[in-house]
């Protein structure tokens, strides 16, 4: 990568990015067989995001 | 009789598996997914290799601060520990981090945890590498 090449990511796209190798990696560690990883990646996946907006809409009134 | 000479060639076979298991967890630190790959575990070896590549590359690119041992701290040590959990990657995510870590906006501090967690993750893979090794996991 050269001096100038850099990553602008907004929130939801890190959460997203964040969530989505995670939960690749989990599911391919954790499951042998390929259709218990796809539903241990989409379920880690969606339980990410919902505690991860879910945190979000919490801290939402101290931002005011 | 019988059991006094096979008794010492169990121990030996076990003591050679462990060898064997912990230079695969240490292979398996060194360079992400190498330990399952050496298992010939290939979709771990490679989501591996990827999933911490890409969290490494994306860490360093938003300029996430790669912790080096001369802390202040004991976060900046802890921090340490978990960068170079990601193995050979710790001096890539260096090199790649050409202007240095940024973490006055979200997108450096993003990075930060991505490097982070690209370490954990990777220690994480080579620890199942290396109980795969001794027949504890599938």
Redesign the interface.
């Known amino acids: 990568m050269n001096a100038g090449m850099e990553f602008k990511l907004s929130h939801l796209q890190s959460m997203l990015l964040f969530a989505l190798l995670i939960s690749i990696a989990f599911g391919f560690l954790s499951r042998r067989r390929p259709i218990d990883r796809v539903k241990y990646i989409v379920w880690s996946l969606f339980l990410f995001l919902l505690i991860g907006v879910g945190i979000g809409w919490a801290m939402y009134p101290f931002s005011h | 009789m019988a059991n006094e000479t096979v008794v010492p060639a169990a121990v030996q076979q076990d003591s050679r598996r462990e060898t064997i298991a912990f230079l695969i967890g240490v292979g398996g630190w060194l360079v992400p997914g190498l330990g399952h790959a050496l298992l010939r575990m290939w ?2 070896a490679v ?2 290799f990827l ?2 590549g ?2 490494v ?2 860490g ?4 996430g601060n790669v912790f080096s041992s001369s802390g202040n701290d004991a976060f900046d040590t802890l921090g340490f520990l978990a960068d170079l959990g990601t193995g050979t990657f710790y001096l890539a995510a260096r090199s ?1 981090e ?2 240095g870590a940024d973490v006055s906006h ?2 450096g501090d ?2 930060t ?2 490097l982070a ?1 690209a370490g954990v ?1 990777n220690l ?2 080579a620890l ?1 590498s290396y109980e795969a090794a001794r027949g504890r996991k ?1």
């Open positions: 979709g771990r989501m591996c999933t911490v890409v969290l590359i994306l360093a690119g938003m300029r790649l050409a202007n979200a997108g993003y990075g945890r991505f967690t993750l994480l893979a199942h599938a």
